[in-house]
């Protein structure tokens, strides 16, 4: 048996398993805000482009996976995007945020650090819904976030019995 459970004066280690998700949680971080700044940046030219690709008279030689990513509701979406960059890049900011330090009270054993990164997790999903509409959380890269938003939460889920501070 581990020495600090018969101690309780010792520091706790750090559990491996919180470890790897709050490392992982650092690398998506970076990586959603990066994907933020660009989709803030590209917003007007990828509305742009992808109603130009709708109207254009290649469109049905598109393949079908394509040209189901370019829907009527997608194009609608894509506008809505562009129309509310600003308070979209500044909620996936404090998203990004909210992870970050969740994770890094989480690398302390505080269990108010699971709760700052579950909010800052459901954040970009409330912010797509509100400003962009459904249709972006119904195509592939949707069930993709949503999917692996799903098992972080599931995985934080069952270390949370270690944050006890």
């Known amino acids: 048996m581990d020495q600090h459970y018969l101690d309780p004066m010792q520091e706790k280690k750090l559990p491996g398993s919180i470890n790897v998700l709050t490392i992982l949680t650092f690398i998506g971080s970076g990586i959603t805000l990066l994907f933020s700044v660009f989709g803030f940046v590209r917003a007007e030219q990828g509305y742009k482009d992808m109603e130009k690709a709708i109207n254009s008279d290649d469109f049905e030689k598109m393949p079908s996976f394509l040209k189901n990513m370019m ?72 069930y993709i976030g949503i999917g692996i938003a799903l098992l972080f939460i599931i995985l934080y889920s069952t270390q949370r019995k270690y944050l006890t501070k």
Do not use: D, H, Q
Not at 100 to 109: C, F, S
């Open 71 to 142: 829907t009527p509701e997608m194009l609608e979406a894509a506008k809505k995007s562009f129309e509310n960059r600003v308070p979209i890049l500044i909620l996936n900011l404090i998203a990004v945020g909210l992870c970050i330090y969740g994770a890094m009270e989480m690398r302390k054993l505080k269990a108010g650090g699971y709760w700052m990164w579950l909010a800052g997790e459901l954040l970009p999903f409330i912010t797509i819904i509100l400003f962009s509409g459904m249709a972006y959380l119904t195509g592939f890269n949707g």
